[in-house]
């Protein structure tokens, strides 16, 4: 039985000492809860995948440049299909070799040439340059995204509409900027899960509370010790906010992942984990303040 003068834990304390149940168990790789594996580069006429080295191409252009669709066309296809490349966009190259008969040297071929008539060929190279449907007006794209299958959380909205930030819906990465003050997700539908959907944008939420404006923490350029103690603090008070709102089960494998670096932190400072649920319950309860939400005990 617990003792009678014991304080039941707080939220807080019960996320904390899960994440830490799980980092004794072995950590998860941390992975992103949505699809940005969306596919190989296709040509949105003939349907196939492009091949070689106009993968890396496409693919790393189409990440880059944050476009959700990985359908690609010609100016002239798009033309063709009753629309247009926009204004001020440019293309990218794809190559492939096309075979090519190769004319006899005389009108006459040897016996020898003749034999080897089947191998008259020779590879031409092409280039061609496409642009992605994103880059593209009027040109209908095939619903193949992943379809949004679960329902908004309101507490979760809540705190969203209350913040005020703003937040584009683009591209397949997430993250908080700054020097704007402002959020970068991919679109919803691009979340197979609840969960996977509001620990993202919680964990940007909480990273905005450290800007200067408000709970005034350190960013840290990537690669330094100061940014990965941020994600850290956004990591544990995304579970912290999950756990508050009703997020259904919070991953708390993928956050004992962001702890699995900081082991060497804590075995010199037994007390890290408890400043970084301190930072984070600090930067959840401020999100909760400023949605009007009851603290929990």
Known sequence: MKPQNEKPKSVYARVTDQVLAELAKGTAPWRKPWRAEFGLPRNLDSRKAYRGVNVLVLMSSALSAGYPANWWLTFNQAKERGGHVNKDEHGYPVVFYQRTPV??????????????????????????TVFNVAQCS??????????LAWQPVEAAERIVE???????????????????????????????????????LLHELVHATGHESRLARTFGIKGTEAY??????????????????????????????????????MNR???????AAAAAQKAAEWLLQKAGMALPA
């Open 103 to 128: 004319e006899p040297e005389s009108d006459e071929p040897t016996a020898e040439q003749e034999a080897k008539k089947d191998m008259h060929w020779r590879p031409v190279l092409k280039v061609y």
């Open 138 to 147: 009027g040109v209908e794209v095939p619903a193949d995204a992943p379809q």
């Open 162 to 200: 209350t913040v005020g930030l703003p937040i584009h819906y683009e591209g397949v990465e997430a993250f908080y900027r700054p020097a704007r003050d402002e959020i970068t997700m991919p679109p919803r539908a691009f979340f197979p899960t609840v969960m996977g959907f509001y620990e993202t």
């Open 228 to 265: 990965a103690w941020e994600e850290l603090i956004a990591e544990m008070g995304s579970a912290m906010l999950s756990v508050v709102t009703g997020v259904p089960t919070p991953d708390f494998p993928n956050l004992a992942a962001y702890l699995d670096s900081w082991r060497a932190c």
């Open 269 to 275: 400072n037994p007390q890290a984990i408890g400043e």
